[in-house]
């Protein structure tokens, strides 16, 4: 009996020792993973060499969930100078963040419905001799756009009226003296800042303008529509200037590619020419062609499309997106396309390769846009699910 005992108790603490190995194992294995976490939030990638800043893109998790919408978030942006941003919701209102320690400021009140779109005008004027303004402008489907004083009184300096149903989408020209707007009544506007005049109409598309924004150089702009197209116009002749429809649904976004994007769409196309020819090697050979500007759109067929628009063609497509694509911004330093979708996600694509580098579960519902700040690493995306969320990147 005792014998058997003996087996019995032996029997037991082996299994108790394989279970502890076999625990310390996974600890061991979890510490390792914990390890990998921790290099890759310190120097932004599972490796141990840091990236440059140019290669920094959003890291999760979000530095600060912002909440205190009521209703659905359409358009977030950054504040050219400060560190804000402003939001736009369903909710009629409009509001103001510090996105470096996550505090709501305030709440700016004039529209009494939803607001669609924001712009801050960049170039900034002068009121005084040591008074410089900066404005927000916003546009709302109460079928007005309001200019804001942003650095002051935070008032309502003008309500300009013209469009006859949802304005949808609003951009400055660079100079800031006018300002576009885009609205379902398939009108795109052109207003004198200081006065509130309409001073131009362009007319071309046969259904809801869904955005409008201007090319750097401030000579042209693009629209895109629920017919599917995109327009390019000329600024001062009303002129379109070339139509694209290669989409296939409607079109909710587009963006102009800057400067510095321009080498990586070069790259990118060269190997397309190479994929067609059947021949890699020659792509190392081609010499780059002058090319742009460079539109970039997306579409509720879940892609998104590049432009040539002295060429007039597409360039290329990238597909990865499982619903409709509802915002696009730049990489500051250009290597990098960010979209956002109702897939519930936000998605880094690395323009030369043509392929979708990163992906973050950004929210719990649809997103519905994004920016990326011009100087400091920070992205910022809003969601329909009424919360704001910026994202470090590194």
């Given amino acids: 009996m005792m014998e058997n005992d003996d ?3 032996m029997g037991l603490l082996e299994k108790k020792w394989t279970s502890v190995i076999r625990l310390q194992k996974k600890v061991m294995d979890l510490e390792t993973k914990l390890q990998e976490a921790e290099r890759e939030y310190i120097h932004g990638a599972p490796t141990r060499e840091k ?6 893109i959003p890291r999760p998790p979000e530095k600060f969930c912002l909440s205190g919408h009521r209703s659905p978030i359409t358009r977030v942006i950054f504040h050219p100078v400060y560190s804000i941003i402003a939001s736009s919701s369903e909710d009629s209102t409009i509001k103001v963040w510090d996105f470096e320690t996550g505090d709501f400021e305030r709440s700016l009140k004039g529209h009494t419905d939803a607001v669609q779109d924001l712009a801050f005008d960049m170039s900034g004027k002068l009121l005084g001799p040591d008074y410089q303004i900066l404005v927000l402008a916003s546009c709302s489907a109460d079928m007005t756009i309001k200019i804001w004083e942003f650095v002051q009184t935070f008032d309502c300096m003008k309500t300009l009226k013209g469009h006859d149903h949802n304005i949808s989408s609003i951009a400055f ?20 800042v200081t006065t509130g005049y309409c001073v131009r109409t362009f007319a071309g598309h046969n259904e809801w303008v869904r955005m409008v924004r201007v090319h750097h150089d401030g000579n042209i702009f693009a629209s895109c529509s629920n017919d599917q197209t995109i327009c390019v116009w000329n600024t001062l002749s009303k002129e379109c200037k070339i139509q694209f429809c290669d989409h296939e649904h409607v079109v909710e976004c ?15 196309e060269h190997k397309n020419a190479s994929q067609m020819n059947g021949d890699a090697k020659k792509s190392d050979s081609i010499i780059a062609p002058k ?6 759109s997306g579409s509720r067929d879940k892609t998104i499309k590049f432009f040539d628009i ?10 990865g997106h ?9 990489h500051p330093a250009g290597k990098y396309l960010l979209s956002v979708a109702d897939d519930k996600t936000l998605r880094v694509w690395a323009i030369a390769q043509k392929r979708c580098a ?7 519902h649809f997103v519905s846009s994004l920016d990326f700040h011009p100087s400091l690493p920070y992205v910022v995306t809003s969601s329909v699910d009424m919360t704001i969320k910026v994202w470090e990147c590194r």
């Fill in 7 to 9: 087996k019995k108790v």
């Fill in 291 to 296: 090319i742009g500007p460079i539109l970039v």
């Fill in 51 to 56: 990236r440059q800043p140019g290669e920094w």
């Fill in 310 to 319: 002295n060429a007039g063609c597409c360039l290329f497509t990238l597909i």
């Fill in 322 to 330: 499982d619903n409709w694509v509802r915002g696009l911004r730049f």
């Fill in 254 to 268: 587009i963006q102009w590619a800057p400067d510095k994007a321009l080498r990586y769409v070069v790259e990118a």
């Fill in 358 to 364: 990163k992906t973050l579960d950004a929210h719990k």
């Fill in 173 to 192: 020209l660079p100079s800031g003296d006018h300002l576009l707007s885009a609205s379902r009544d398939h009108l795109i506007k052109m207003w004198e």
